[in-house]
Nanobody, 122 residues
Framework: VQLQASGGGLVQAGGSLRLSCVASGRTFSRYNMGWFRQAPGKERESVAAIIGSGGITYYADSVKGRFTISRDNAKNTVYLQMNNLKPEDTAVYYC????????????????WGQGTLVTVSS
């Protein structure tokens, strides 16, 4: 599975962005998908995950109520809608794909995209 993330950019605090991640292949719906982020000098952090069918989602406490993960299996795409952005959300955001039980643990994901930078100014 090859993943291509996009949609990052510069936004003011309180603003919104929507990230997209397009996957190659015809078996996209078999993969659980996740979004992760890494700020400069910090470890990679889990953000959100969604099961292959789209019926179950997980969120990190830091983004609950502000971020929404969704997917369109017909378009091989997973999205991350980010609202009420805060400066501490600044990071490179990565999408990833996994087989097996849904998890919000980076080490459980086998395939990773290249990342897209989100910068939130105060």
């Amino acid at each position: 599975v090859q993943l291509q993330a996009s949609g990052g950019g510069l936004v003011q605090a309180g603003g919104s962005l929507r990230l997209s991640c397009v996957a190659s292949g015809r078996t996209f719906s078999r993969y659980n998908m996740g979004w992760f982020r890494q700020a400069p000098g910090k470890e990679r952090e889990s953000v959100a995950a969604i099961i292959g069918s789209g019926g179950i989602t997980y969120y990190a406490d830091s983004v609950k109520g502000r971020f929404t993960i969704s997917r369109d299996n017909a378009k091989n795409t997973v999205y991350l809608q980010m609202n009420n952005l805060k400066p501490e959300d600044t990071a490179v955001y990565y999408c990833a794909a996994m087989s097996g039980p849904l998890a919000l643990v980076p080490g459980r994901y086998q395939y990773w995209g290249q990342g897209t930078l989100v910068t939130v100014s105060s």
